[in-house]
């Protein structure tokens, strides 16, 4: 995401969903994308 992020205006893309299986890192993740764009983003558990 942080790779991303400084390109997102540039480029017309915004994160709207992360996925990830452990629960801390995707819960920040999609806090960040809530900062970055002002809604929040969908979560999903992806399998390791």
Known sequence: MG???PH???QNVEF?????PWKQRR???AARAQEW?????RQFVSSP
């Open 8 to 10: 997102d205006k540039q």
């Open 27 to 29: 819960e920040r993740s």
């Open 37 to 41: 764009y002002g809604r929040p983003a």
């Open 3 to 5: 790779g991303v992020h």
């Open 16 to 20: 709207t969903a992360v996925s990830d």
